[in-house]
């Protein structure tokens, strides 16, 4: 009688699903809207760039820089959802998937719709943000290979 147990499969996937796709619906509506953020939220951006200023004394962060550091940040989920798709099936594919992601927007904006502007820029620092995504979720996923014990181990 064997004591293998069955392998364990992993929740990473489904996880990613069930936060990623309403990541990814916001996304798409903050992105294609057809109102530029600034528009609809000039208070709550003017907010934020006063409050850095006090607080971190970061005087150089206006409202370009801001608008850079957010293309970054907002495509670094997206990057580590794409890992966790693509991992076990064709990992180079979530490399590309940000970079598609946002010159799909991009092209949208510029096609679609006359008040957004498609940007070479914020495909370039959308991108950048999804590959940050994909190393981290990357080198996590290492990290925690590494903790599991081998199956040579357990025999």
Known sequence: MSTDSPPRRSLALPVALVLGIPYLIGLLLLTIWPRP???SAPVILDLVVRAV???LGWTW???SELEAIANVLVFVPIGTLAFLAFRRVAWPLAF???PLL???VELVQKAALPHRI???ADIVLN???ATLGVLLAWAIAAAVSQLRPSKLEAS
């Open 96 to 98: 590309a998937a940000g």
């Open 102 to 104: 946002s010159l799909g």
């Open 53 to 55: 200023h006090r607080g």
């Open 118 to 120: 498609g940007s070479v």
């Open 61 to 63: 962060l206006g409202f």
């Open 37 to 39: 953020v600034q528009d």
């Open 127 to 129: 991108s950048v943000g």
